[in-house]
């Protein structure tokens, strides 16, 4: 409540008696110096509490936010809504920038600006979460840091101070980001899998100990650690060209399929025996290539009938409760690749969703044309990250270029970019998003065949961008601009929220040319928005303006709700903020 002037002077007059008292205890225990000393302490508290009565100063440091409580008191006492919205801010002028209350200009009117409306009352699919993937080179990486990096990474990941990540994705076998191709059963024709290594003895060197790492801050934090598993080859004899790199057209030999079905099953197992049970797999990773690296190729109807004939089946028998998704490979063929893959009744009866990655663009047609046709799909984002390619020096007409060390703050661009697709996706129906290497050295690896690339954490040492010995132990971890980006979601879009339906009217959004390559954001995108809400209802609205001219803040004005009131906001150029309303917040 407001107090007027006749009850400050009163306030003021007993505070300088209770301080006189104060100091006439110290006078009475104190030498000639102290006395003298705490004489002039009662005159300047005297002359503070003067000033703070002619001026009428705070009378605490809750006033130095955004809002000051008194002006938004109604004659119920109670304070408006509007100084219980939290703002999260992220901009060329610093990361996640805090601050607690819209101030009362908010309510003003404004015509002719970006108008943002989010509908609660349209409420899409559900938030699974979000993560990043756990391979054998991020563990490996994450084994030579000394114990300080360690925790630090450890909090930065899966910590509520840091991106509060719930979700991973590993490797059945190697992937490129191993130290080396390698299976749990290299005996040829082992049909029975006698000789698998149940103990995972590859898998415990590393990767096993950094997912229990990782396991144990998020339960720590309240959560459990969604891990999605996906295979990149099987063991060589099980395919058509005898090698776990690359892949023929058809992928696996015929009499193999069933074997293979089994091998991943006992693969969860052994797992699940060292206390690590997976969320989820993929049928296959990238299906559609013959990469360089681990790759075995299915069509989409050799996907289905390998699900409806073979992994179905064992999977249900041994592993029923983890979610199986098809296709895992880029957005611009996963239409097509499913309409194929769909024509099988049988193994859309254990399919839960498909994965997808960003290596052709935004193509949120694609999620959309997909979402809705089924709607009950979970959709998710299951890989991205930026190629040697996307900076600067690299693989050039099959000449190596010396790449540079990535062991510095990154490009502010590359963060806009990762914002981009997450708000993008989510908007086009995915559950969720999951970032490819959570950590790596300075050179993009290690990676078996160089196939280097960023990441969200990269150390300043560690090896070459291959498997050579680290050439010195990291001494710092840098975060790059991808991870503060990230947080803008994960830290605040938790499991079991809603995408709910966000318009943005006069978003000055302009012609995206069709052949933009991955990862771009800039002024073509205009200012873009996606919401999420609680089931207690709380609203998260995350609102993106990648573009730079004119540098200077942008008006625009955003409501919750159709009927809502609208609030006069501002943004950044090249900024990114997030707004966290309280439960049914009505202005």
């Not at 009378?59 to 002006?71: G, I």
């Not at 060589?236 to 293979?260: F, G």
């Not at 990469?291 to 009938?305: I, K, L, T, V």
């Not at 047609?365 to 979402?371: P, Q, R």
Request: proline share 5%; net charge negative; with cysteine.
């Amino acid at each position: 409540m407001a107090i007027d002037e006749e009850q400050t002077a009163s306030l003021i007059v007993e505070e300088t008696a209770a301080a006189a008292s104060v100091v006439e205890a110290v006078l009475a225990r104190t030498n000639a110096k102290g006395k003298k000393l705490a004489a002039s302490a009662l005159l300047v508290i005297a002359v503070v509490l003067l000033v703070c009565f002619w001026i009428s100063c705070p009378t605490s440091s809750a006033s130095n936010s955004a809002v000051d409580a008194s002006f938004l008191a109604s004659e119920k006492d109670e304070v408006s809504p509007l100084a219980e919205v939290f703002v999260f801010e992220s901009s060329t002028a610093g990361w996640w920038q805090p601050r607690s209350g819209l101030g009362v200009d908010a309510l003003s009117p404004i015509d002719g600006v970006p108008a943002i409306t989010v509908d609660t009352d349209w409420l899409d699919q559900t938030v699974v979460g979000f993560g990043g993937a756990l391979t054998e080179s991020s563990a490996t990486v994450f084994k030579g840091l000394n114990e300080q990096l360690q925790n630090e990474v450890i909090d930065a990941l899966y910590s509520k101070d840091g991106l509060n990540y719930n979700m991973g994705r590993t490797h059945i076998n190697s992937c490129d980001f191993s130290l080396s191709s390698y299976s749990f059963d290299d005996v040829d024709g082992d049909v029975h899998l006698t000789h698998f290594d149940t103990d995972l003895q590859r898998d415990q060197q590393s990767l096993i100990p950094f997912i229990k790492r990782a396991q144990a801050k998020v339960k720590s934090e309240g959560g459990e650690l969604k891990i999605l598993a996906s295979p990149w080859s099987p063991p060589w004899w099980m395919k058509q060209n005898k090698n776990m790199n690359k892949s023929s057209t058809t992928c696996l030999v015929p009499e193999y399929r069933k074997v293979w079905a089994q091998y991943i099953a006992k693969w969860m197992t052994s797992y699940k025996q060292q206390g690590i049970s997976m969320w989820g797999m993929t049928i296959q990773n990238e299906p559609v290539a013959s990469n360089p690296w681990e790759s075995c190729r299915f069509s989409g109807s050799e996907e289905a009938e390998f699900l409806a004939d073979h992994l179905g089946p064992v999977m249900k028998q041994h592993h029923p409760g983890v979610k199986i998704f098809g296709f895992d490979h880029n957005k611009l063929d996963m239409p097509a690749y499913l309409v194929n893959m769909t024509k099988n009744e049988k193994a859309m009866k254990y399919l839960d969703g498909v994965t997808f990655h960003w290596y052709t663009g935004d193509m949120f047609w694609a999620l959309m044309d997909v979402h809705g046709q089924h709607p009950d799909w979970i959709m998710l984002s299951s890989e991205a990250t930026y190629e040697r390619y996307r900076m600067g020096l690299a693989h050039y007409g099959g000449q190596v270029m010396t790449p540079q060390p990535l062991a510095d703050n990154g490009k502010y661009e590359l963060g806009l970019g990762y914002a981009h697709d997450i708000l993008g996706d989510l908007n086009a129906g995915a559950s969720g998003w999951i970032d490819w290497n959570v950590l790596l050295n300075h050179w993009g690896g290690p990676n078996h065949l160089l196939n280097t690339c960023d990441a969200t954490l990269i150390t300043d040492g560690g090896g070459d961008g291959g498997t050579a010995p680290p050439d010195y132990q990291p001494r710092k971890v840098w975060k790059k601009p991808q991870y503060y980006f990230i947080g803008h979601f994960s830290k605040f879009i938790k499991p079991g929220f809603r995408v709910a339906h966000t318009t943005v009217e006069g978003s000055g959004k302009g012609k995206i040319p069709g052949d933009r390559v991955y990862g771009t954001c800039n002024d073509l995108d205009g200012l873009e928005a996606m919401a999420a809400v609680a089931p207690t209802g709380e609203t998260v609205v995350v609102v993106l303006r990648c573009g730079a001219k004119p540098w200077k803040d942008l008006e625009f004005k955003l409501r919750i709700g159709k009927e809502g009131k609208w609030l006069k906001l501002q943004i950044p150029p090249m900024g990114i903020q997030t707004y966290a309303f309280p439960k049914h917040f009505s202005a």
